[in-house]
């Protein structure tokens, strides 16, 4: 009886290990050379990146396609110490990435009031977007799990709205001159 229960078990085993394994929610779909997985989502100062769409409420990337640059980065939460640093850093950098034919867009899980909050406080002159159900971030690949967070990652996605860098060690007071320095050298 026990070798037929042994032989029962390996069994089970060896039928469990044949079986497809699926992708987790939080494995990056998003690579470098490949399609950038698709936006549209609510979005603070629209306008400032498409002045021909001031009443808009959603921001697509398919609005650059052809057209900009986007660098796209994720933050864990608005108007905290880290998430400041960066964002205020790009948008001190805001002009030399227009020189470079590239839009900046932030997102984190932060509802669109939130958003404007921080827009407004910092005066932030680039499109906040807000990824309250976190598809976006998980199809990024940039939802931590274990903080319930966005990771501070950045992805760089040329005219093409192909994902030309992606960034995930990121230095919040350095990392806005880092991705211009790879835009202006990259994506000419």
């Given at each position: 009886m026990k070798t037929l229960t042994s032989f029962a078990v390996v069994a089970a085993l060896l039928c469990l290990a044949a079986l497809p394994v699926r992708a987790r929610d939080d494995e990056s779909k998003a690579?470098?050379?490949?399609?950038?997985?698709?936006?549209?989502l609510p979005a603070t100062s629209i306008d400032k990146v498409l002045p021909d769409k001031k009443d808009a409420k959603t921001l697509s990337l398919k609005d650059f396609e052809g057209k900009k640059n986007v660098v796209l980065f994720f933050f864990p939460k608005a108007m905290t110490p880290g998430c400041t640093l960066e964002s205020c850093g790009f948008r001190d950098?805001?002009?030399?990435?227009?020189?470079?034919?590239?839009?900046?867009?932030?997102?984190?899980?932060d509802s669109v009031e939130n958003q404007q909050k921080f827009t407004d406080k910092e005066k932030l002159t680039f499109p906040l977007l807000a990824d309250t159900d976190k598809k976006v971030t998980k199809a990024y690949g940039a939802y931590n799990d274990k903080r319930g967070v966005p990771s501070r990652y950045t992805y760089v996605i040329d005219k093409k709205g192909v994902i030309r860098k992606i960034y995930k060690e990121v230095k919040p007071a350095d990392h806005p001159a880092e991705v211009l320095k790879f835009v202006q050298n990259e994506l000419k």
């Amino acid at each position: 009886m026990k070798t037929l229960t042994s032989f029962a078990v390996v069994a089970a085993l060896l039928c469990l290990a044949a079986l497809p394994v699926r992708a987790r929610d939080d494995e990056s779909k998003a690579e470098e050379g490949k399609a950038a997985p698709t936006i549209d989502l609510p979005a603070t100062s629209i306008d400032k990146v498409l002045p021909d769409k001031k009443d808009a409420k959603t921001l697509s990337l398919k609005d650059f396609e052809g057209k900009k640059n986007v660098v796209l980065f994720f933050f864990p939460k608005a108007m905290t110490p880290g998430c400041t640093l960066e964002s205020c850093g790009f948008r001190d950098k805001l002009d030399d990435f227009a020189k470079a034919d590239t839009v900046l867009i932030g997102i984190s899980n932060d509802s669109v009031e939130n958003q404007q909050k921080f827009t407004d406080k910092e005066k932030l002159t680039f499109p906040l977007l807000a990824d309250t159900d976190k598809k976006v971030t998980k199809a990024y690949g940039a939802y931590n799990d274990k903080r319930g967070v966005p990771s501070r990652y950045t992805y760089v996605i040329d005219k093409k709205g192909v994902i030309r860098k992606i960034y995930k060690e990121v230095k919040p007071a350095d990392h806005p001159a880092e991705v211009l320095k790879f835009v202006q050298n990259e994506l000419k």
